[in-house]
């Protein structure tokens, strides 16, 4: 038996608790970092956010240093329908919720990356969006 690292365990203990739900429909994606341990509801990004999130042991300063030092990065990709998706590149290795388990090449076609100020300006353009909502 093979023994598994910590990031595949925490891999493991992160699928067991999401289930896909889309944001079809909304003006702009609902970006959130999904920060507690409970089962949770969401799309790509919010997979691919709340595993970075625990892959970074739940630190505020160590999540935005693994996307600023590239060692987690949130891509935009197409799928093989052409639907647009969100992966996780996290230390070379590919993931995202419909393939939930990291390999070396991605399963869809990666487009380009949520670099630092990308990846802020969603975030904040989704907190605005969520308070028109209300």
């Known amino acids: 038996m ?39 509801e969401g799309d790509c990004e919010d997979y691919s956010l709340a595993l970075l999130w625990m892959l970074s042991n739940g630190s505020f300063w160590t999540f935005w240093w693994n996307v600023f030092s590239f060692k987690g990065v949130v891509w935009f990709c197409k799928t093989r329908s052409g639907g647009g998706h969100a992966m996780l590149r ?35 353009l989704a907190s605005i969006a969520r308070k028109f909502r209300k």
Do not use: C
């Open 90 to 124: 996290w230390k070379g290795q590919w993931v995202d919720n419909i393939f939930p388990y990291y390999r070396k090449e991605p399963m869809h076609k990666a487009w380009f990356p949520y670099i630092l100020p990308l990846m802020i300006l969603k975030l904040i």
């Open 2 to 40: 093979t023994s598994r690292s910590p990031d595949e365990i925490k891999l493991a203990h992160h699928n067991s608790r999401f289930t896909y739900q889309s944001d079809e429909g909304k003006f702009i994606d609902d970006w959130k970092i999904v920060k507690h341990t409970d089962a949770f």
